[in-house]
């Protein structure tokens, strides 16, 4: 079936529409902090008018391997843990300040002795739809997978939610009449809540008797962005699950350890887990990087849980992901992998290349060169605005020492659709090409010595679009929007 086209409004009708969003988004915590903001006054946070189109299969695909995904990085730290170790510690000799931070702190907590072996892992995979005109049904290729701090889980389930209001009110339809898309089109991802069932689970496994305890939500002094953590906060305490949050900074003179449990100082609540909003970027640990770093340490040496360890956060760098293209590696991690599952896998890939002295990364050396329009070259860091594109990598990789790039992967540019949908942005609207990043949610509680499983779970959706004009597209950063979709085909 033929994708529908975004609906044509009337500059009377678009206003309205405008309106009805801003209100509901408003009334709903569809929000966040603008800058220099006041404590009292929240923003509605930048959303598409319009759900994008996604193709549906394509869509499938991803939600079908997800579970499949946080299998393997289980097994990846669990498993095959001195491998990872090995790696990580290579990886640290080139980015002493940040990824050597964060593996010192493991090889310290290590020394310590594991004080609680289960650890929750919420991730996220994200992707895009690669050459449309290539196949049917699109392939869909993976940007990355993240395992520590994924945000959004709490305000994407609301733009679902503000989009089927806007078509269920007729207000997609210039005759008012009736909804444009049809059921099913415009599906609500139910995120807040498995995400929140995912922090409930592990407190339950930590403990059957919920009174005096909590889940600590460790976040960044002033986050603009703390309402998609509340909205997580608030689906916790359904599930009768109180939390407590505290910075790095802070963490150390308000909560206390006694014989290795860790406690709310004050109220001598209980924290059955440590829930990371932060911590992913160097700037994390900025301000007053020995009580941040030291606090890293003291939360990883408790009984808590911790969501993630430090050692799965580590699995998350992007060199990992370059070796997971090897289906030899996904083969051993998960040896009973159907042939099926591990096409549907492997498909997810684009070219990964080292930029080592393997034949592969020999490879990699040459195309960086010689078409590095086809390319982003990436570090080992999170958190956007780190990567070098295109016609930027000869340059770039020229000022380095060539024994440094290693630390480097050189990544295939994926090739989304663009679609002319329009951005709400402080009262603006944009009306701009936007390309689209789907995010799948898994949520998996396991055993960190044994590699066993106790619970895993897809979790839910969520798309964030961004000018096509721009290489990056954190919402926050102010380049991108929260999105949802409309399925087609
Ligand atoms: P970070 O860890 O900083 O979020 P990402 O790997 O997610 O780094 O890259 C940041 C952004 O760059 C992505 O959100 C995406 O918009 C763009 N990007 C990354 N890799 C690719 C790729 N292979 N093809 C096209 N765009 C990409
Ligand atoms: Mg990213």
């Known amino acids: 079936m033929a994708i529908k086209p975004f609906p044509?409004?009337?500059?009377?009708?678009q206003d309205a529409l405008v309106t009805r969003l801003q209100h509901w988004s408003l009334a709903n915590g569809l929000v966040m902090y603008p800058p220099a903001f006041e404590a009292a006054s929240a923003a509605v946070a930048?959303?598409?008018l319009f759900p994008t189109p996604f193709p549906r299969r394509s869509f499938k695909t991803a939600v079908a391997v997800q579970k499949t995904f946080n299998e393997l990085y289980v097994k990846l730290v669990t498993l095959e843990k001195l491998w990872l170790v090995d790696i990580?510690?290579?990886?640290?000799?080139?980015?002493?300040?940040?990824?050597?931070?964060l593996f010192e702190t493991y090889t310290r907590a290590q020394a310590l002795g594991c004080k609680q072996p289960l650890?929750?892992?919420?991730?996220?995979?994200?992707?895009?739809?690669?050459?449309?005109?290539?196949?049917?049904?699109?392939?869909?290729?993976q940007i990355e997978f993240n395992t520590v701090s994924v945000?959004?889980?709490?305000?994407?389930?609301?733009?679902?939610?503000?989009?089927?209001?806007?078509?269920?009110?007729?207000?997609?339809?210039?005759?008012?009449?009736?909804?444009?898309?049809?059921?099913?089109?415009?599906?609500?991802?139910?995120?807040?809540?498995?995400?929140a069932r995912g922090l409930a689970l592990a407190a339950a496994h930590y403990s059957d008797t919920p009174a005096k305890t909590v889940v600590l939500f460790v976040v960044q002094p002033g986050e603009r962005n703390c309402f998609d953590q509340r909205h997580l906060e608030y689906e916790l305490l359904r599930l009768k699950v109180r939390s407590f949050r505290v910075t790095l900074e802070e963490a150390e003179s308000l909560l206390t350890v006694n014989q290795d449990k860790l406690y709310v100082a004050q109220t001598m609540d209980e924290v059955l887990v440590v829930y990371y909003r932060l911590g992913y970027s160097p700037a994390d640990y900025a301000s007053d990087p020995a009580a941040a770093?030291?606090?890293?340490?003291?939360?990883?040496?408790?009984?808590?849980i911790k969501c993630p360890l430090l050692l799965t956060q580590l699995s998350g760098a992007k060199k990992v992901q370059q070796l997971l293209t090897q289906p030899e590696l996904v083969q051993r991690l998960l040896?009973?992998?159907?042939?099926l599952d591990l096409d549907r896998i492997m498909s997810t890939f684009v070219k990964i290349y080292p930029l080592d002295l393997s034949p592969q990364g020999q490879v990699a050396k040459r195309l960086a060169f010689s078409e590095p329009e086809n390319f982003v070259l990436k570090p080992q860091r999170e958190g956007g605005g780190n990567n070098i594109y295109k016609k930027n990598i000869p340059q770039f990789l020229q000022s380095l020492d060539e024994l440094e790039w290693g630390a480097y992967i050189l990544m295939e540019l994926i090739n989304p659709p663009k679609f002319a949908n329009k951005i709400i942005r402080n009262s603006e609207v944009y009306t701009e090409d936007i390309i689209s990043e789907l995010g799948i949610f898994g949520t998996v509680l396991f055993?960190?010595?044994?590699?066993?499983?106790?619970?895993?779970?897809?979790?839910?959706?969520?798309?964030?679009?961004?000018?096509?004009?721009?290489?990056?597209?954190?919402?926050?950063?102010g380049f991108g929007c929260v999105d949802s979709v409309y399925l087609h085909g």
């Open 151 to 195: 945000s959004f889980g709490g305000l994407l389930p609301r733009v679902g939610q503000l989009h089927a209001y806007l078509n269920q009110t007729g207000s997609y339809d210039n005759k008012y009449l009736s909804p444009y898309y049809d059921d099913g089109e415009v599906p609500v991802s139910l995120l807040d809540v498995a995400l």
């Open 447 to 477: 055993n960190e010595e044994l590699g066993q499983i106790l619970h895993n779970e897809d979790a839910g959706f969520l798309l964030r679009s961004k000018f096509s004009s721009s290489n990056e597209g954190g919402v926050a950063a």
């Open 335 to 339: 040896p009973g992998i159907s042939a």
């Open 46 to 48: 930048p959303v598409t």
């Open 119 to 141: 650890s929750l892992g919420l991730f996220r995979l994200d992707y895009m739809v690669n050459d449309v005109a290539a196949s049917d049904p699109p392939a869909i290729k």
């Open 293 to 304: 770093w030291s606090a890293r340490l003291f939360l990883e040496n408790t009984t808590a």
């Open 88 to 101: 990580m510690q290579s990886l640290s000799q080139f980015d002493r300040d940040f990824t050597g931070k």
């Open 8 to 13: 044509e409004l009337s500059e009377v009708q």
